[in-house]
């Protein structure tokens, strides 16, 4: 069976690494002289909205999915007319505007935090007296890895903030103020859903950013707030008829779940379930997308995940940690990039913890 993907970033490379041994093979489409799957399936290198390009990769493949969720609705409208897309194109109408995703939380009783659109500099000022100070702006669509955000900590913040990410002129660019949530940690919830409707979950995972960008990911054993989390994300995926893996990023504050964000496709957070799980996110999203019977979410054993930011440490240094895994994604190094990542796995918690520590002294003597 044929897998196409929309994008041929990391996400697609681990995904052609996963599906390989079940016998599925690779179409990318993505525009990047870079594209860093292209060694790993053939590569249609033209932009997302090319209608010739859109007729190749849909006559080359036998169901279609993608891996970056600003994947333009027109190109996701004329696959989905022409081979089965997973997951659905709703997913990405919501996955792509923080406003859509926070509505839809609210309309299924997910708590989020305290938040009001904003389209103009005046409406900014009537959504800091709804939600307090401080807040964080954000843009509607288009923002990742902390880019498109700023926190207003005091009024003087607000004109710089909209001048940035509203834009000075018109058109503006829709944003939203929410309320700084002051987090005791960050967890995702890791979920796959099968075309026949059955879910799994993996473990929780507790997740470190710095400006915006993950660092660090560590699955968590029975976290209190596991089941908690479960049903969230299978109150978005039933709404959604969600098929696929589907990230959703949670804050924890005062014990209680705050839903962040959802990501409609594998994502940073559970890259740790490569090694650290019996099925990967990589191989269980493919499973699902190919109609096959799901793989087990569980854990094997300890495991955390350190991303590499801006530049890789030598692949030797690396190679004598024990129990270290490495990925590199074949991407120059740039800084606030993610050129690759390694996982950690030991038989128990002390163990972990030694060598996490020698992993992440290592990754920041390099950043
Ligand atoms: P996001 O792109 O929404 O996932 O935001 C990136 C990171 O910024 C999050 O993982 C948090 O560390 C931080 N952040 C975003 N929104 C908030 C908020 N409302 N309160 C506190 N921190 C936030």
């Not at 996963?18 to 525009?31: I, M, R, S, T, W």
């Not at 000022?125 to 401080?134: C, E, K, S, T």
């Not at 507790?206 to 915006?212: I, K, L, P, W």
């Not at 240094?317 to 740039?334: D, E, F, Q, T, W």
Request: aromatic share 8%; charged share 20%; glycine share 8%.
């Amino acid at each position: 069976m044929k897998i196409g993907v929309l994008g041929a970033g990391q996400l697609g490379r681990m995904l052609a690494l996963a599906g390989y041994p079940l016998d599925l093979e690779f179409v990318f489409l993505d525009p990047a002289a870079d594209a860093c799957s292209a060694s790993l399936g053939t590569h249609i290198r033209e932009p997302y909205l090319s209608e010739a390009a859109l007729a190749r990769f849909c006559a080359s493949c036998d169901v279609a999915t993608y891996e970056f969720e600003n994947v333009p609705a027109h190109t996701a409208e004329v696959v989905g007319a022409s081979v089965p897309l997973y997951p659905p194109a709703m997913a990405l109408t919501v996955g792509q505007d923080r406003l859509n995703e926070k509505k839809l939380f609210d309309s299924l009783g997910i708590p989020v935090p305290r938040y009001m659109p904003v389209a103009a500099r005046g409406a900014l000022d009537l959504a800091i007296r709804n939600v307090g100070l401080p807040a964080v702006m954000k843009t509607r669509s288009l923002g990742y890895d902390g880019k498109g955000q700023a926190v207003l900590r005091k009024p003087e913040d607000l004109d710089s903030a909209w001048q940035r990410l509203g834009g000075a002129q018109p058109p503006h660019t829709p944003c939203l103020v929410e309320a700084f949530v002051p987090f005791e940690r960050e967890l995702s919830c890791l979920a796959v859903r099968g075309r026949d409707g059955e879910m799994r979950f993996y473990p929780v995972v507790a997740n470190v950013h710095r400006d915006g960008i993950l660092r660090v990911s560590i699955p968590q054993d029975h976290d209190p707030l596991q089941s908690q989390a479960e049903d969230y994300a299978r109150r978005v995926a039933e709404k959604l008829d969600y098929v696929g893996v589907m990230a959703f990023e949670f804050f924890v504050a005062g014990g209680q779940l705050y839903a962040n964000e959802i990501a409609p496709r594998v994502h940073n957070s559970g890259h740790w379930s490569i090694e650290g799980a019996v099925c990967s996110q990589f191989e269980n999203h493919l499973r699902a997308v190919a109609g096959l019977p799901l793989g087990s979410t569980a854990a094997r054993g300890y495991s955390a995940m350190v991303n590499f930011i801006g530049r890789a440490p030598e692949t030797a240094a690396l190679c004598a940690i024990p129990g270290v895994h490495v990925h590199h994604y074949g991407k120059s190094p740039k800084p606030q990039r993610k050129v690759g990542h390694a996982t950690i796995t030991a038989d128990g918690e002390a163990e972990l913890k030694s060598r996490l520590a020698q992993l992440v002294a290592l990754v920041e003597s390099v950043a």
